[in-house]
């Protein structure tokens, strides 16, 4: 299978996985104090960068 499809279907499904695991956690995040909620989205907002970067930069690489 060629890099780049395999990097699209994990990047979109680490991605479900990722945004419903979020959402989880905010149902009960969002009953705490609000710089708590601030935190939380903030690095909830930004978590999923590094790894998507890795992905996109490991299907650009060649294989050889």
């Known amino acids: 299978m060629p890099r780049p499809l395999l990097a699209l279907l ?8 990722y945004v419903g695991i979020v ?6 995040v969002l009953a705490l104090h609000w710089l ?3 935190a939380y989205f903030l690095i909830a ?7 998507a ?12």
């Open 10 to 17: 994990a990047g979109v499904l680490g991605f479900l996985l």
């Open 23 to 28: 959402v989880a956690v905010a149902d009960w």
């Open 36 to 38: 708590v909620q601030l």
């Open 45 to 51: 907002g930004i978590a999923w960068v590094p790894p």
């Open 53 to 64: 970067r890795a992905l996109m930069f490991w299907a650009a690489r060649s294989g050889g």
